[in-house]
Structure formats: C-alpha cells, structure tokens
C-alpha cells in the first residue's frame, strides 16, 4: 500500500524525467573544462600514503627513543593480572551473595565480549575494507 504523497511524487518525477532542457551545449563544455580527477585523486592517495608514513616512521622512533616496549609489557601484565584477580574474587564471592547468577555464565559472557566481539567486528570490518 502506498501512501498519497507518495503516488503524486512518483507521478510528478516521472513527468520531470521526460523534460529536456535545452542548453545549448553548455554541460558539454562544462565536462570538458572539468580537471581531470585521475591526476587529483591519484596525487592525493600518495601524500596520503606519505604523510601516514611520516607520521608511522616518527611514532616508531620515538617508541625506540623511550623505550616503549617495556612500558606495554608492564601494561598487558598489570592488566591482565587486574581481569584474573577480577574474575577470582567474583567466583569466590559471587555464590555467597543473594543474588541467584551462575558465575560460569557471567565469565562466558565476559569472554563472548572480550573475544567473540572484537573478533567479529575486525572480521567485518576488513571484508569491506
């Protein structure tokens, strides 16, 4: 079922559709007075592709200046143990209160999102990529 509105439009854009206007060979000569977008766009790609280069080169020697590594190891582990000591004290405390949740359900949850959604989501996003 279509609407009114929707019926008129239809009808109207049709009837504009079967319009010409004449021009007198103006959007010929505007095409043809366009720049060329092949040159443009391939310039841009490449200062694009160098700036990132720039910017990567720059982040990389500034990591090896500060010795970065060090500073993610401590990172990763510090938060890893935090996620381990987090999910410890909930299944040891978790049974004793009076709320009625499986603690095995609560931690595959946490692992369905840790996990099987950023998964998910990198999977998508580089099949259209």
Known sequence: MEDKNDILLKQFFEEAAKQTIEDN???ERVMMN???????ESRVRRLSHLWTLF???I???VFWLTSGWPIIEGAISGGKQMLINAIEVFLITAPTTEISINPWVVVLLLGFVLVFLPYQTIRKL???L
């Open 34 to 40: 366009l720049p060329e977008t092949d040159m443009a």
């Open 59 to 61: 982040g990389l020697v």
């Open 55 to 57: 910017c990567l080169v």
């Open 25 to 27: 060979g103006f959007t």
């Open 126 to 128: 580089s099949a259209t």
